[in-house]
């Protein structure tokens, strides 16, 4: 059987997403860098792979599959390991409940505005746009509001093990805690900043950390 192929940066947060499921299943994979800052991603290869030329794609003994959550879910279920989705049905709600809130509300404030712009386009020699940054700060705030919540009293955004939720956190907490405005908020958020601990010791976390600019 063929190793499963992400195609992807290794910056990209989603992409960091699968990887991270993989590594939690134990699986060995290829990771083939597709870079959107050069643009690698409106070629016409990867557009066969994506019509939408976003990242990741994925492909496993030639089923191809784009899109994080149908991506991470097929890992879930085709490899042995442990289950990256709770048993009970409470438990699998709150999960698609923060997964929604984290790529619907966290990640365009968050990673498209605040982290994009403090970190990327310095980076590309470009200046911050700082009335984005202050447009995106109150949906940022709602949004680690909402994840303080689905937290409170819990190891996990669903419960009392690791999820598909917060396989999906992991990549954006990890960059939005870079930026001085994520930094301030997240200082005030003692339940995420307590998952984060006890996340950021996992060896699929270490071994997925990209090493971006």
């Known amino acids: 059987m063929a ?37 690698a991603a409106k070629a016409s290869e990867h557009l066969a792979r994506h019509p939408f030329g976003k990242v990741p794609a994925f492909e496993h003994d030639g089923f191809e599959l784009y899109e994080t959550d149908a991506i991470v879910r097929y890992v879930n279920a085709a490899f042995p390991g442990p289950d990256l ?59 680690v509001a909402a994840l303080e919540d689905l937290l409170d009293g819990n190891a996990y955004l669903a419960g009392d093990r690791l999820s598909l939720a917060d396989l999906l956190l992991i990549p954006i907490y990890d960059y939005a805690s870079q930026t001085p405005e994520g930094e301030k908020l997240l200082a005030d ?18 071994k997925t950390r990209p090493s971006f600019g």
């Open 189 to 206: 958020a003692p339940n995420l900043r307590r998952w984060w601990d006890g996340v950021r010791t996992r060896a699929s976390v270490a």
């Open 85 to 143: 989705e709770p048993a009970d049905v409470k438990s699998r709600a709150r999960m698609a409940q923060a997964i929604n809130v984290i790529g619907g509300y966290a990640y365009p404030c968050m990673i498209g505005q605040i982290f994009i712009q403090r970190a990327v386009m310095p980076m590309m020699g470009n200046t911050a746009d700082e009335a984005a940054i202050a447009a995106a700060l109150p949906q940022a705030r709602t949004s």
């Open 3 to 39: 190793k499963p192929i992400v195609y992807g940066p290794a910056y990209s947060t989603y992409a960091r997403t699968v990887r991270l499921a993989l590594e939690e299943k134990g699986v060995d994979y290829d990771l083939v860098e597709v870079d959107l800052l050069a643009g």
